[in-house]
T-cell receptor, first 113, second 119 residues
Framework: DAKTTQPPSMDCAEGRAANLPCNHS???????VYWYRQIHSQGPQYIIH???NNETNEMASLIITEDRKSSTLILPHATLRDTAVYYC??????????????FGKGTLLTVNP | GAVVSQHPSRVICKSGTSVKIECRSL??????MFWYRQFPKQSLMLMAT?????????EQGVEKDKFLINHASLTLSTLTVTSAHPEDSSFYIC???????????????FGQGTRLTVV
């Protein structure tokens, strides 16, 4: 699976949009971009995923560049409860018994009041 | 939907004893379950992948005789830490993948984790 690069930490003011970048310059054509987050001492929570089109759900928006070498996760109105480590992962969506998610170090997002 | 439940959430055991952690998919069938370990201030490290009814596949460096995984049904996988040592103290997290014929907006769901402390 392609390697991803994320900044180790970011700060955001409560109520503002949080934009979390991820570089995945070696992504293959059949690899999806997934975002998960982990609040302290909890299991990871799925946020969103996409292939090449921008995606939006009730939690966030995912913007993928046209060359697919980078993406940005957008939390439109960050709250204190969004403070967490955010992981960007790229992998093929199918894979049968070989499916697995490999976590990097992620970005610690701290939302400040 | 798509809830994964881990039990216990926290456990303290003595060195040399064994500890069993359960991972259940509550509202879906999981053909594949994954076990991760996370040390403080580090990322999740995949330990093993288990498919229902077959032997688990362990990642390099993970002792299969120490970390016993059983995936006897489509809704339950267990991880047993045998002859636990203090260095096995960690946060253990399971993840379950939905069966391929179910349509979901994601494939993998995570449990809430188990904090193991070996004293």
């Amino acid at each position: 699976d392609a390697k991803t690069t994320q900044p180790p930490s970011m700060d955001c003011a409560e109520g503002r949009a949080a934009n979390l970048p991820c570089n995945h310059s070696t992504i293959s054509g059949n690899e999806y971009v997934y975002w998960y987050r982990q609040i302290h001492s909890q299991g990871p929570q799925y946020i969103i995923h996409g292939l090449k089109n921008n995606e939006t759900n009730e939690m966030a928006s995912l913007i993928i560049t046209e060359d697919r070498k980078s993406s940005t996760l957008i939390l439109p109105h960050a709250t204190l409860r969004d403070t967490a480590v955010y992981y960007c992962i790229v992998r093929v969506r199918s894979g049968g018994s070989n499916y697995k998610l490999t976590f990097g170090k992620g970005t610690l997002l701290t939302v400040n009041p | 939907g798509a809830v994964v439940s881990q039990h216990p959430s926290r456990v303290i055991c003595k060195s040399g004893t064994s500890v069993k952690i359960e991972c259940r998919s509550l509202d879906f069938q999981a053909t594949t379950m994954f076990w991760y370990r996370q040390f403080p201030k580090q990322s999740l490290m995949l330990m093993a992948t288990s498919n229902e009814g077959s032997k688990a596949t362990y990642e390099q460096g993970v002792e299969k005789d120490k970390f016993l995984i059983n995936h006897a049904s489509l809704t339950l996988s267990t991880l047993t830490v045998t002859s636990a040592h203090p260095e096995d103290s960690s946060f253990y997290i399971c993840s379950a993948r939905v069966a391929r014929f179910e349509t979901k907006n994601t494939e993998a769901f995570f449990g809430q984790g188990t904090r193991l402390t070996v004293v």
